[in-house]
């Protein structure tokens, strides 16, 4: 591993400004993750402090990519893995990397939409100190379209995109988490690599107590092509089955809803055409799970009742009648 950028105890804050911390995944698309840090050493008001985790780059991208650090030292670090270690174990790496308060993750392609986007943000978590993550508002970069497939309330969208709520979790493309509440979790699971990985960390923050909320005022542009349609062909699909899986038992350890959802996957893989990644998912999820038995059960995985109210609350109470979900959450085109 290689790290480029002034070691920690070298940076004071500044005096007067929310101190805090911003964690990018990079993996090439080196002039789009440079706007992305653009976009954050721009911002007013905060004391941000930048830590790129590069998951195995091309030279090409190494090599500018460690000019820019160089050229920002002072608030860039460039951490460099050498390997994909996944979207969780990035995210742990460079949350760990920092030590400040509150922890920013964007993806590398998202841009925050002005100057003050992240003061509005530590505002938040200054006004409310059960608040344990914000999911920031994205909008599609080219369109400025509300990006939907970053909604994760399941309320409906045209009545609460611009309502700050509570919501069962965050999406990965822009927000933000309080560090404690972060380390008392435990921090991500590297076992997910890719998938469901903000579900799963957002179980473990509620569990300890704290709320998670969709803050509309802060707001992050994605670079995703208005009529552009995500690639199932590849392994998303996989994850998305064996993920589920796994999450599922390791909070209810309950086979019978293992069962279920392994039915529901193998009925919209076969709707979209997806069998071979669906039953590899399943596959490899009860792998998984069986893993979970030969070892200590974390306890912040046994949901308490107010954890199971909360998710029932801002989750379940708005999905709707059951065959409206099985029409919508398994007979539908994956797009």
């Not at 469901?196 to 923050?205: P, V």
Request: glycine share 8%.
């Amino acid at each position: 591993m290689a790290e480029l950028g002034a070691p920690r105890g070298e940076v004071t804050q500044a005096e007067g400004l929310a101190p805090l911390d911003v964690v990018v995944l990079c993996w090439d698309r080196v002039d789009d993750t440079i706007e992305t840090l653009d976009s954050v050493l721009a911002q007013e008001g905060v004391d941000a402090r930048v830590y790129v985790v590069d998951q195995g780059s091309k030279p090409a991208t190494l090599e500018k990519m460690r000019a820019y650090a160089a050229a920002h030292a002072d608030r860039v670090v460039y951490h460099e893995v050498g390997r994909n270690t996944g979207v969780p174990g990035g995210r742990n790496i460079g949350t760990r990397l920092g030590s400040r308060p509150l922890v920013v993750a964007l993806d590398n392609d998202a841009v925050l939409e002005d100057a003050h986007q992240l003061r509005r943000m530590a505002e938040h978590f200054r006004a409310d100190p059960g608040l344990g993550a914000v999911a920031f508002r994205v909008v599609n970069y080219f369109s400025g379209d509300f990006d939907r497939r970053t909604w994760v309330s399941k309320r409906p969208l045209e009545q609460w995109e611009r309502r700050e709520h509570a919501v069962p979790r965050f999406n990965g493309t822009g927000h933000a988490y309080r560090r404690e509440a972060f380390d008392r979790a435990g921090g991500y699971d590297d076992a997910l690599f890719f998938c469901w990985e903000e579900l799963d960390i957002c179980l473990r923050i509620v569990n300890l107590g704290y709320q998670i909320r969709y803050v509309p005022d802060v707001t992050v542009r994605h670079k995703v092509a208005p009529e552009a349609r995500v690639n199932w062909a590849g392994d998303r699909f996989y994850y998305l089955v064996r993920n589920r899986l796994y999450v599922t038992y390791k909070y209810d350890r309950e086979p019978a809803r293992i069962g279920l959802y392994a039915l529901g996957y193998i009925a919209k893989g076969a709707y979209n055409g997806l069998l071979p990644q669906t039953f590899r998912g399943i596959k490899d999820g009860l792998r998984l799970c069986f893993g979970l038995k030969g070892k200590p059960r974390d306890p912040n995985t046994k949901l308490e009742p107010s954890t199971r109210t909360y998710f029932r609350d801002t989750d379940l109470a708005h999905r709707g009648p059951l065959l409206r979900r099985v029409r919508q959450e398994i007979f539908t085109r994956l797009g």
